[in-house]
């Protein structure tokens, strides 16, 4: 699809999960149908927007871990969403400037924005892949065609994409399916968010999401998140609330809150 199709195929009147999680997170790439279901969303879980900011900072300390710690020097992450200040291939660039990423969603807007603001360093490289979630094995022949050698380990990010897949069985094997396709030493990141602290609140905006959107969202118990983990060796802490991840020392505030986002990052033996 080129940057022209996929404008054209950009619908302005329905609200859509990246533009909201995008508004969510103070960003700009958003328009007046996301705003409002946002505002109606948050209207019964203000919390949001400290889950969603939770998630982000999440993601920066576990790429940033990847990258310095295991020395991962490649990264698929699924269901990018709208560029934000640290997007994947910013925090790995920033330890490793040889890191390449690429980055796979399927929203047009999402395409128009990668493509024009995801561009990283000389030494590594940074792809866009339009391609959908439930066709893992396109995923990893598309992502393996250029920019990355899927016979070295590799970091699979999948952040507040799965809980877009109704079914649990049918996520859980396409997490499967595309770390088969990984080697020994591949590392899982992941989060997404749960039922377990703020209940009723948060179930019923979500009631208001799916109420209203075309990809409806899912919270999920940890126990069921723990099924994308399985086979893997989960490092510490665990599967937790995300911001109770490897916490860096100078969080404060609302950074210091449990929230009903759980996630982990486990390594394929
Ligand atoms: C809530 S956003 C999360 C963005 C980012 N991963 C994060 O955590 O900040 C979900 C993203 O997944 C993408 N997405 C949802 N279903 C998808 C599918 N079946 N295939 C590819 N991308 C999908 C959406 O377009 C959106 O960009």
Redesign the pocket.
């Known amino acids: 699809m080129t940057d022209n199709e996929a404008s054209a195929k950009l619908d302005t009147s329905i609200p859509?999960?990246?533009r909201?999680?995008n508004y969510w997170?103070g960003g700009k790439d958003n328009f007046e149908v996301d705003r409002q279901v946002g505002d109606q969303f948050s209207g019964f879980y203000p919390d949001i927007t400290v889950v969603?900011r939770s998630?982000?900072a999440f993601?920066k300390r576990s790429i940033t871990y990847l990258a310095q710690e295991a020395g991962i020097r490649q990264f698929l992450?699924?269901?990018?969403?709208?560029p934000?200040a640290e997007n994947t291939h910013q925090v790995a660039q920033a330890v490793a400037p040889d890191a390449r990423i690429v980055y796979?969603?399927?929203?047009p807007l999402?395409l128009v924005h990668a493509r024009a603001l995801l561009t990283g360093t000389p030494e590594g490289a940074t792809e866009y892949i339009d391609?959908?979630?439930?066709e893992p094995a396109d995923i990893i022949k598309a992502a393996g065609r250029t920019t990355l050698d899927l016979s070295q380990p590799t970091g699979l990010?999948?952040?507040?994409?799965l809980?877009?897949?109704p079914n649990l069985d049918e996520a859980v094997s396409i997490v499967r399916q595309l770390l088969a396709a990984l080697p020994s030493g591949s590392y899982l990141v992941t989060?997404d968010g749960t039922n377990v602290l703020d209940g009723p609140a948060f179930e019923e905006a979500i009631g208001v999401w799916n109420a209203n959107a075309p990809?409806s969202?899912h919270l999920r118990r940890p126990e069921e998140l723990a099924r994308f983990l399985e086979g893997l060796e989960v490092l510490e802490p665990g599967l937790v609330p995300c911001n109770k991840w490897r916490p860096s020392p100078d969080a404060a505030g609302d950074d210091l809150r449990e929230v009903d986002e759980f996630g982990a990052v486990g390594r394929k033996p």
């Open positions: 859509h999960s990246a909201v999680w997170l969603a998630s982000r993601l992450d699924i269901g990018t969403g709208m934000t796979v969603d399927n929203d999402v391609a959908d979630l439930h990010i999948l952040m507040n994409i809980g877009h897949v989060a990809l969202y």
